[in-house]
């Protein structure tokens, strides 16, 4: 029997035992208490979850995923974690649609209903140009952000308490920055 760390988090919880060593789990998703925490924006980027390819398009498929990237508790203020390292959680958005290639600051198309653009004109303002919007506005802010757990998979199976993972669910205010 082999014993595997995965990525990141050394807990007791994210080492495994693997009779044949096949797979290496890596990529713990971060769970923490359910809770508000400040944040800063780190990267955004696209994913064709969820989406389908458009008639006589090559490169843009409808639907798809917009995933913001933030560190949580940059200045370790929090009494709710003791983080020695820094955590990672994203918020998602549905889009529009995605043109390729998707990852990391990847293009995407939002139409003025989509939360997206309902929270970027909330806490950023509101744009004159459609075509000018970009997450990275985000940078160089410190936000306020509610986290609270994922309970069920994209099929609406419900996860035992140890599939359990954080995500970012609303970007409450920005508290400082330019």
């Not at 998703?29 to 989406?51: D, K, L, M, W």
């Not at 508790?73 to 529009?96: R, V």
């Not at 160089?140 to 986290?147: A, I, S, T, Y």
């Amino acid at each position: 029997m082999m014993k595997v760390e995965t990525a990141q988090n050394h807990t007791p919880s994210s080492i495994v035992d693997l009779d044949t060593g096949e797979c290496l789990l890596v990529g713990d998703r971060e769970r923490i208490p359910v809770g508000n925490y400040q944040a800063i924006y780190s990267h955004y980027e696209t994913a064709c979850v969820f989406s389908s390819g458009i008639k006589g398009e090559k490169k843009i498929r409808a639907g798809g995923k917009v995933y913001l990237w933030f560190d949580i508790d940059p200045y370790k203020n929090s009494k709710q974690i003791d983080a020695t390292e820094n955590i990672k959680l994203f918020m998602s958005y549905n889009a529009a649609s995605i043109i390729q290639p998707f990852g990391k600051n990847g293009k995407f198309k939002m139409t003025r209903g989509k939360k997206f653009v309902q929270d970027f004109e909330r806490l950023i303002g509101s744009v004159k140009r459609r075509d000018r919007i970009s997450p990275n506005a985000y940078k160089g802010k410190l936000l306020n952000v509610h986290v609270n757990d994922v309970t069920r998979s994209s099929t609406q199976g419900k996860y035992t308490e140890d599939q359990y993972y954080s995500v970012i669910d609303k970007l409450n205010k920005i508290d400082a920055g330019i």
